[in-house]
């Protein structure tokens, strides 16, 4: 299943002139930053030990500008970003999602490391204009990457603890009601105080002594943790 898409287009690398442009968007953003968000900070994290150092900056003000929805003159960052899309390579990226797994499928055949950034901060500045700053915000998570595996990055990319799934991305407070065990329809506005209570539960039942494995106790807690954040904001 397709959760997200970045449809782009790209100048090949030995072309005179640099260009870019972006086709198709498919980015959900609800809640914020949305499936669509972790995906452009998924892109830039891809692609962010590959680009030039010095341009790490000129990309941050760049995403400043865009932000405060100013106009930007091209070329930028020596590539011209344009509307007209002849002559340029497709490049399609996408967050899938295998049952509740999520799952980013990246074309790095054609184009550059800063194509692809540079598409993806332009992206992100075409999201409703009242999440653009969450949006931007998980652009520059991903720019600043260091490495990991997948599962480490959606982590890092949604704020989330423990394994990310598709419910805690585009619906955290059903996930978080599953996750501690309170989906009773009368429980849908639970009190600070009952989520404590089965916060405190949970952790009970995910211990070591009641049969779970180290490492699962650890996840499951860290899923717990998250869902009282959640719930109690």
């Known amino acids: 299943m397709m959760l997200a898409q970045v449809e782009s287009f790209l100048s090949r690398p030995i072309a005179p002139t640099r260009r870019v442009a972006l086709g198709n968007l498919e980015l959900p953003v609800s809640p914020a930053p949305g499936f669509g968000g972790i995906l452009l900070g998924a892109i830039a ?3 962010t030990s590959e680009i030039d150092s010095d341009m790490h900056a000129e990309l941050l003000q760049l995403m400043a500008q865009l932000e405060s929805g100013n106009s930007i003159p091209q070329p930028k960052l020596r ?19 295998d049952g509740e797994a999520l799952e980013f499928q990246f ?13 993806a901060v ?15 915000s998980t652009v520059h998570k991903g720019l600043m990457w260091r490495g990991g595996s997948e599962s480490a990055l959606l982590e890092h990319l949604s704020g989330r603890s423990g394994v990310v799934s598709i419910s805690s991305v585009g619906d ?23 989520v ?12 070591p002594d009641h049969g779970a494995s180290n490492g ?18």
Request: hydrophobic share 45%.
């Open 122 to 136: 332009y992206a992100a500045a075409r999201v409703p204009w009242e999440v653009v700053p969450a949006v931007m």
């Open 45 to 47: 994290a891809r692609f």
């Open 196 to 207: 404590q209570r089965a916060f405190r539960t949970g952790l009970r039942l995910a211990h």
């Open 79 to 97: 590539h011209r970003f344009q509307e007209d899309t002849v002559g340029l390579q497709q490049c399609v990226h996408r967050l899938l999602g």
């Open 172 to 194: 955290p407070i059903s996930w978080a009601l599953a996750m501690l065990d309170m989906r009773d329809p009368k429980a849908a506005n639970p009190s600070r105080k009952d």
């Open 216 to 233: 699962a106790a650890a996840t499951r807690i860290a899923e717990l943790t998250e869902a009282r954040r959640i719930l109690l904001g």
């Open 107 to 119: 074309e790095d055949e054609q184009g550059t490391p800063a194509q692809h950034v540079l598409c």
